[in-house]
């Protein structure tokens, strides 16, 4: 199988331009993730959060893990677990509207961290998103003002750590899945690897490099597309040796946003016009994901396809039945 993809994004600064705009609609394409290497985020400061977020584990974390896995007995299972994940996880949210001074145990200089860290993300994010609009021959702005809705863009980071697993063929990290939102940013530890993608019917480690950042799309740049770029499932593998750090960031629509695929790319594939993805609002995607997630996606956007939207111009509900 063909290397994973890496796409430096300096060399998008001079003759390098148009092969690595190449680069990244292909991996769009025929993988939906890539690596990004030379992002403009500093590496000291990549550091700096690698060492708070370990930090933060180990002494708020860790101990609280190896509890509940005493309490459901998870080290002596001798079936396949299906309905949990071997991992430790806290949410922060940075839009429309920070939590990030409620979340508990967190020490200053994390909570500092963090939120620079997200400013950083956000505008990476957006950056990346213009690059998919001109692969596309969508209008600059077009995938963020998709997912802008009321209040603007969601967006918020998932810190997962994955202790050693004593049984890690009988329980996963994190179950297969596909992400729900738009574009996930990742940032996850360069020694003890675990992240897997599904391509072509095979299971492919997504390779841990220092200072990069893991790239996926999501369910709802695969209905704006249309299917031209499709979310990928995924999982991870927990592993018998090291605790694999996981910082993964969703810059996803407003819960209010109307999604759906882009007239421009509708009307470039005409002949596949009876293959039209439906359209929705976010907040009612996600109510749905929520009981499905490690579920096949077809199905869920057919469920889609029922569903009711109010539009943004006051018309009412609209019958989407496409």
Request: proline share 5%.
């Amino acid at each position: 199988m063909e290397n994973f993809p890496v796409i430096n994004l300096e060399s998008l600064n001079g003759e390098g331009r148009k092969a690595t705009m190449e680069k990244i609609k292909d991996a769009c394409e025929n993988w939906g993730f890539f690596e990004l290497v030379s992002h403009g985020i500093p590496t000291e400061f990549l550091d700096t959060v690698e060492r708070l977020t370990k930090e933060h584990y180990r002494q708020c974390l860790e101990q609280k893990f190896k509890e509940l896995v005493a309490s459901k007995g998870l080290e002596a299972v001798k079936t396949e677990v299906n309905d949990m994940d071997w991992e430790s996880t806290f949410y922060l949210r940075h839009l429309p509207q920070s939590n990030i001074s409620q979340v508990p145990d967190l020490k200053d200089e994390y909570r500092n961290v963090m939120k620079e860290f997200a400013l950083k993300l956000e505008k990476l994010a957006e950056q990346l998103l213009d690059l998919l609009c001109e692969n596309l021959g969508l209008e600059q702005g077009y995938l963020k003002k998709a997912f802008y809705g009321t209040n603007g863009p969601t967006f918020g980071t998932k810190v997962s750590n994955y202790p050693p697993c004593p049984n890690n063929d009988k329980i996963k990290g994190l179950r297969a899945h596909t992400d729900a939102g738009g574009l996930i940013l990742l940032f996850q530890d360069d020694k003890v690897s675990g992240l897997q993608l599904l391509k072509d019917g095979e299971w492919v480690d997504v390779p841990p490099m220092r200072h990069s950042l893991v790239i996926n799309l999501g369910d709802q740049l695969e209905v704006i597309t249309n299917g031209k770029y499709k979310s990928v499932e995924h999982r991870v593998i927990a592993q018998t040796d090291g605790t694999r750090m996981s910082i993964a960031s969703f810059y996803n629509p407003s819960s209010d946003a109307v999604i759906y695929p882009a007239p421009t790319i509708v009307e470039k594939n005409a002949e596949e016009k009876n293959q039209v993805y439906p359209k929705f609002v976010f907040e009612d995607y996600m109510k749905h994901y929520v009981g499905v997630k490690f579920q096949a996606k077809e199905p869920r956007f057919e469920a889609m396809k029922a569903v009711e939207v109010k539009t943004s111009f006051g018309l009412g509900p609209v019958k989407t039945t496409a």
